[in-house]
């Protein structure tokens, strides 16, 4: 059985940085695209990265959404089993509860219904 713990998160001020940790046991990390969620206040959760990588073929694809593209990482530990979420340049805007996910086959898809396995959720709070 596939399980996905999540760390980190937390307050912070507007310009900083934090990074999420979300941690996969019951498989090998690297057979598992790991999409990266988060759901504001009032609004609908959105993937705002994902990381895809086939173990078979060597192929990789990354997806970033425009609202965190530059500011926003993310990366494998495959020894640790562990994917990372790096924000850096926090905004208020950011503040939401972010959730990674995981699904096969190695494709990023957007729609939160095809990620089989989900985190718990960790609060991400930007203010002054």
């Known amino acids: 059985q596939v399980q996905l713990v999540q760390s980190g998160g937390g307050l912070v001020q507007p310009g900083a940085s934090l990074r999420l940790s979300c941690t996969l046991s019951g498989d090998a990390l690297g057979y598992w695209t790991i999409g990266w969620f988060r759901q504001a206040p009032g609004k609908q959760r959105e993937q705002v990265l994902c990381?895809?990588?086939?173990?078979?073929?060597?192929?990789?694809?990354?997806y970033a959404d425009d609202s965190v593209k530059g500011r926003f990482t993310i990366t494998r530990d495959s020894a640790q089993n562990t994917v990372y979420l790096e924000m850096n340049s926090l905004n208020p805007e950011d503040t939401a509860v972010y959730y990674c996910?995981?699904?096969?086959?190695?494709?990023?898809?957007?729609?939160?219904?095809?990620?089989?396995?989900w985190g718990q959720g960790t609060q991400v709070t930007v203010t002054v």
């Open positions: 990381s895809s990588r086939d173990s078979a073929t060597a192929d990789s694809e990354d």
């Open positions: 996910a995981a699904r096969r086959p190695s494709m990023c898809l957007a729609e939160e219904g095809l990620y089989r396995y």
